[in-house]
């Protein structure tokens, strides 16, 4: 019987050449020929391209080209779990991400697994995963970044008190890198748990956090206060009457 040929690959834009990945990815490919990580490089720059475009369907095909090519490389296997987490086929992201830390030994992707188990209706499993060791011993923002997706686990479990104090602890101290997202989960707690008025206050906070847009805070205090951005940029008060 014939061997079956190599399944065509998606195209490579004309500029895209592989060195525009990180350093650190790229000595990730050293295992691989020359030629290969070549090919890989530039399927990884394609998949974040497609992702950026919100192609989910392009990003997953160059995915899983990379996954063919380098499947024991962990930036490989983190990529096509990305996508799927992106596209919200989070037992697909679980199962890749759990083979990037078998791989690699690092635990820097366990706040997307803890995502990906409360996406999966798990939330016991969710929130074992907060509480592991490895949990306590990532960086600062990777921690908040914990925080944050426990606080929306309590939340979904109909405990929004508990969803604000998950989050206390973490607000004292100038603005951090992370702040805008922090301010804006603990808002979204505070509204939750029918605390209206300080829930507005830290979405204020968050919105001026938010230099880089990462949030709707600004959006959503504009709903607080009863104001609708109309297309052309102008505001109506929805708790005004015409005169």
Same mark, same amino acid.
């Given at each position: 019987m014939p061997k079956q040929g190599r399944r065509p690959e998606p195209?490579?834009?004309d500029d895209v050449t592989g060195g525009e990945l990180d350093r650190s990815v790229r000595g990730q490919l050293r295992t691989l020929s020359k030629e290969n990580a070549e090919g890989v490089a530039q399927?990884? $720059?394609m998949v974040a391209r497609r992702l950026e475009e919100e192609d989910? $369907?392009? !990003?997953? !095909?160059h995915a899983e080209t990379v996954v063919r090519r380098a499947g024991r490389v962990p930036a490989a296997r983190e990529a096509l779990g990305f996508v799927a987490y992106r596209s919200g086929d989070y037992a697909r992201a679980l199962t @890749? /991400?759990?083979? $990037?830390?078998?791989?690699s030994g690092s635990s820097h992707l366990l706040p997307l697994m803890v995502d990906c188990e409360r996406g999966l209706g798990r939330p016991e499993r969710a929130l074992e995963l907060l509480r592991s060791p490895e949990a306590r011993a990532l960086g600062p923002e990777d921690q908040v970044e914990m925080l944050i997706i426990g606080s929306g686990i309590r939340r979904d479990m109909g405990a929004p008190q508990a969803a604000v104090l998950a989050l206390q602890g973490k607000l004292a101290g100038p603005p951090r890198p992370w702040s805008a997202r922090l301010y804006y989960a603990y808002a979204d707690a505070l509204l939750d748990a029918g605390r209206r008025d300080e829930a507005r @206050?830290? /979405?204020?906070?968050? !919105? $001026?956090a938010d230099a880089d847009g990462e949030t709707d805070a600004a959006e959503r205090l504009d709903e607080l206060d009863g104001i609708q951005v109309i297309e052309d940029g102008g505001e109506v008060d929805e708790d005004s009457s015409p005169a």
């Open positions: 195209a490579i834009d399927h990884l $720059v989910y $369907v392009g !990003a997953l !095909a @890749e /991400f759990r083979t $990037v830390r078998r791989l @206050e830290w /979405f204020g906070k968050a !919105a $001026v």
